[in-house]
């Protein structure tokens, strides 16, 4: 009765002071979209897309890392690192090196190629070669096939690598799981599908001759530098350009290829005849009604690039923007597919606008680029949300660029 009545006698300019003093809902524009990059010497980044600007570093005890990839519960980061060989473990609810470990032993080490996680985030899969330090010489083993235990530290799984199919040239593969895990996808020049049980080739498709008509010698995901995870890329499927011939007069064209990981199916569509000689991966909104990709024609001395976009539904293309391209560059898209980025081979990332194509800001990184990088999905970002103790650091940081 009391607090009823004290409620109705509450004066109108009190209750309008009470709710002008309650903090405003955070709106969805202004929450925080993170991407992790690594860079020079030793630390990963946390960039926010939205400021347009690095909030934060995470310091590596080990050495540069040159390849990171996302758990599968969104909760941690691996990086795998190059001096050592190691394979370190970030929490990224406090941004924290919580493990690491190194396969590495007095006179072996393991050069690792791509890195992917098992979807139960129980085992880590890569193509290693071994090296091993003689007293006057060096033997490499043939590349195999990995699976490395989080818990215990070990290879529990190896396989030689198909001899008959090459690595030149490969640093970061794309790598994929069927949705139940019990296929392991590596995309080469050919498709290459294994059990992850016994890490053995169930499947080959050749892209030479995918069994498609109407279709040969398919380069699927013709990229320029390297792969990127979509993070708005639908489960069990993989979606990216492609470049191929048709088999009768070998006229080169380009489409956009949808790949179902759980029943190995294709969705090839062509666009039209090819006149770009490189393209990078095609990423989605997060309502998959546009993709975008950057084509690159010419030589690295005079090269033309262009900004393209997609309407996924129809597949057809719809806008184009010509762009100054660097001589190396890698391309991404923001989680909300509001901006694109252009980074790599240097210090700085370009944030275009998705819609215009105008260039928004250049953001200069403290160190040259070392790694891929990882979007964030929009579901995940509580996850990778601020720690409590995110200010003195960001002062630091602030303090170490000016």
């Known amino acids: 009765m009391l607090r009823s009545a004290f409620c109705t006698v509450l004066p109108a300019s009190f209750v309008v002071a009470l709710a002008l003093s309650a903090p405003a809902p955070a709106r969805a524009a202004d929450t925080p979209q993170l991407i992790y990059l690594a860079s020079w010497p030793h630390q ?12 934060d570093t995470i310091t590596l005890d080990t050495d540069i890392a040159q390849n990171l990839i996302l758990s599968p519960d969104k909760k941690k980061l691996y990086a795998s690192t190059v001096k050592d060989n190691s394979i370190v473990t970030i929490d990224l609810s406090t941004r924290k090196e919580i493990g690491k470990f190194t396969l ?6 393991f050069r690792m190629t791509g890195l992917a996680p098992d979807p139960a985030g129980k085992l880590l899969y890569s193509i290693a070669t071994t090296i091993t330090k003689a007293a006057d010489h060096y ?11 989080l818990d215990t530290h070990q290879i529990v799984r190896s396989t030689d690598f198909p001899k008959d199919e090459s690595l030149l040239g490969v640093w970061r593969p794309q790598m994929k799981f069927s949705p139940d895990g019990k296929y ?5 020049s050919n498709i290459l599908v294994f059990e992850t049980q016994t890490l053995k080739l169930a499947k080959k498709i050749d892209l030479a001759d995918p069994s ?7 380069v699927f995901n013709p990229v320029e530098e390297e792969s990127a995870e979509d993070p708005n890329e639908e489960p069990g499927k993989l979606t990216n350009v492609f470049m191929s011939s048709d088999p009768f007069v070998h006229r080169a064209v380009f489409g956009i290829a949808k790949i179902d990981l759980a029943t190995l199916s294709f969705d090839f569509t062509p666009v039209a005849p090819a006149t770009t000689i490189s393209m990078t991966p095609l990423l989605l909104t997060p309502d998959h009604q546009v993709g975008y990709t950057a084509a690159i024609n010419g030589n690295p001395g005079n090269r033309r690039c262009e900004f393209w976009a997609f309407d996924m539904k129809t597949r057809k293309l719809i806008r184009t923007q010509e762009f100054d391209g660097r001589n190396r560059f890698s391309f991404s898209l923001s989680a909300d597919g509001q901006k ?28 040259d680029m070392t790694s891929n990088i990882i979007v964030m999905p929009l579901a995940a970002r509580s996850a990778g949300s601020a720690p409590a103790n995110l200010a003195p650091r960001v002062a630091t940081y602030s303090a170490q660029v000016q």
């Not at 392991?184 to 080469?188: G, I, V």
């Not at 215009?356 to 800001?361: A, G, K, M, W, Y």
């Open 212 to 218: 498609m008509p109407g279709f040969s010698n398919v």
């Open 340 to 367: 694109v980025f252009i980074y790599g081979a240097g210090y700085e990332i370009s944030v275009y606008d998705a819609k215009t194509f105008t260039l928004r800001s250049t953001v200069t990184l403290p160190g």
């Open 139 to 149: 033997d490499i083993e043939p590349a195999k096939i990995i699976a490395i235990d």
């Open 104 to 109: 590495d032993s007095a006179n072996k080490s």
């Open 184 to 188: 392991f996808y590596l995309f080469l």
């Open 44 to 55: 990963i980044l946390v960039f926010d897309s939205v400021q347009e600007k690095i909030i």
